[in-house]
């Protein structure tokens, strides 16, 4: 989306004509990001307190849905992703995202299959708070000049399809823990339409998978989790960000000669994940699922992000 606003003296702004995707970092940005973080943190203090309440209202409760072999889990939540895309910018991006979660698990007696599927949409803005403009001039055909502003904004999203399988490690569990290694399929696209695609990726990727189930008292339990990949295939726009053949789309010119194979030297994508049961009925489970990433890919320009993710999830 582009908004449009003329400037009194286009004089003064004629040296800003090659600026493109930048800004200065001034004061009160600083200040700016400052609340944004504390009104982030008191979202997230909510979450939890609302959670930690209803948690404790069901501390009677029954634990047979622990037991379901076939469980489905739908879940929302909000993440956080910082990108520095150098294809495009040099500066840093920010995101709130929205997610939305569906997944299906199959537990076994030595293992569990899982199918997981994660959409999110999100704006994307600069990291010091300030608007991204473009400076641009006109001549008419009396020769004014005339400098308009045209400010961007930037929505970026995508989706995460996982399926996998982990194996229990009988030789590490006992009561209290539960050891499972595997792997697992993923296809993940991320793209921002417009002209300035900052972050935009795709890759399919056989990861390498592990999880640890630590119970407590009462038959409580947290799961942790960690992933990353072990061979992929990145896709991304090639150096001249002009994807454009012949007689094809611009979604089937993307996907054309942008192909690379990749091991984990030069395509890393790690995960995270913390998962907590807030109370168990005997059909349903309510979860709180953490997940911190880090991703990096160095072709053609390099592509960072970090992320965090809080979600809510509801299995049946």
Same mark, same amino acid.
């Given at each position: 989306? $582009? &908004?449009?606003?003329?400037?009194? *003296?286009?004089?003064?702004?004629?040296?800003?004509?090659?600026?493109?995707?930048?800004?200065?970092?001034?004061?009160?940005?600083?200040?700016?990001?400052?609340?944004?973080?504390?009104?982030?943190?008191?979202?997230?203090?909510?979450?939890?307190?609302?959670?930690?309440?209803?948690?404790?209202?069901?501390?009677?409760?029954?634990?047979?849905?622990?037991? =379901? =072999?076939?469980?489905?889990?739908?879940?929302?939540?909000?993440?956080?992703?910082?990108?520095?895309?150098?294809?495009?910018?040099? %500066?840093?991006?920010?995101?709130?995202?929205?997610?939305?979660?569906?997944?299906?698990?199959?537990? #076994?007696?030595?293992?569990?299959?899982?199918?997981?599927?994660?959409?999110?949409? #999100? #704006?994307?803005?600069?990291?010091?708070?300030?608007?991204?403009?473009?400076?641009? =001039?006109? /001549?008419?055909?009396?020769?004014?000049?005339?400098?308009?502003?045209?400010?961007?904004?930037?929505?970026? $999203?995508?989706?995460?399809?996982?399926?996998?399988?982990?194996? &229990?490690?009988?030789?590490?569990?006992?009561?209290?823990?539960?050891?499972?290694?595997?792997?697992?399929?993923?296809?993940?696209?991320?793209?921002?339409? +417009?002209?300035?695609?900052? #972050?935009?990726? %795709?890759?399919?990727?056989? *990861?390498?998978?592990?999880?640890?189930?630590?119970?407590?008292?009462?038959? &409580?339990?947290?799961?942790? +989790?960690?992933?990353?990949?072990?061979?992929?295939?990145? /896709?991304?726009?090639?150096?001249? %960000?002009?994807?454009?053949?012949?007689?094809?789309?611009?979604?089937?010119?993307?996907?054309?000669?942008?192909?690379?194979?990749?091991?984990?030297?030069?395509?890393?994508?790690?995960?995270?994940?913390? &998962?907590?049961?807030?109370?168990?009925? =005997?059909?349903?489970? $309510?979860?709180?699922?953490?997940?911190?990433?880090? $991703?990096?890919?160095?072709?053609?320009?390099?592509?960072?992000?970090?992320? %965090?993710?809080?979600?809510?999830?509801?299995?049946?």
């Amino acid at each position: 989306m $582009l &908004k449009i606003k003329k400037l009194g *003296n286009p004089t003064i702004h004629q040296q800003r004509l090659k600026d493109v995707a930048s800004c200065s970092n001034v004061g009160f940005n600083r200040r700016m990001s400052l609340i944004k973080l504390s009104s982030w943190n008191a979202v997230i203090f909510t979450f939890l307190f609302m959670t930690t309440c209803i948690s404790r209202g069901y501390s009677q409760q029954n634990h047979d849905y622990l037991l =379901k =072999k076939n469980q489905f889990r739908f879940g929302i939540g909000l993440g956080s992703l910082k990108t520095v895309d150098f294809q495009f910018s040099p %500066n840093m991006y920010k995101s709130i995202r929205k997610n939305v979660e569906l997944g299906y698990s199959n537990t #076994g007696s030595k293992g569990i299959f899982s199918a997981n599927l994660n959409v999110h949409l #999100g #704006g994307l803005t600069l990291n010091s708070g300030s608007d991204l403009n473009f400076y641009l =001039k006109e /001549t008419d055909i009396y020769g004014v000049e005339d400098v308009e502003i045209q400010e961007v904004e930037l929505t970026q $999203l995508g989706f995460n399809l996982d399926l996998g399988y982990i194996h &229990k490690i009988t030789k590490y569990s006992n009561l209290k823990t539960t050891f499972y290694i595997g792997g697992s399929l993923e296809e993940s696209l991320t793209y921002t339409p +417009g002209f300035l695609s900052i #972050g935009t990726i %795709n890759y399919g990727s056989l *990861n390498a998978k592990a999880r640890l189930d630590y119970n407590f008292k009462h038959r &409580k339990s947290i799961i942790f +989790g960690l992933s990353f990949p072990i061979v992929s295939v990145v /896709t991304r726009f090639p150096y001249h %960000n002009a994807p454009n053949y012949p007689g094809k789309s611009g979604i089937q010119g993307f996907f054309t000669d942008n192909n690379n194979i990749e091991s984990l030297g030069h395509f890393q994508n790690f995960r995270f994940s913390a &998962k907590y049961n807030l109370f168990v009925r =005997k059909h349903i489970a $309510l979860d709180v699922t953490y997940e911190a990433s880090y $991703l990096h890919y160095n072709r053609p320009e390099h592509l960072t992000q970090m992320g %965090n993710q809080l979600s809510l999830g509801l299995n049946f």
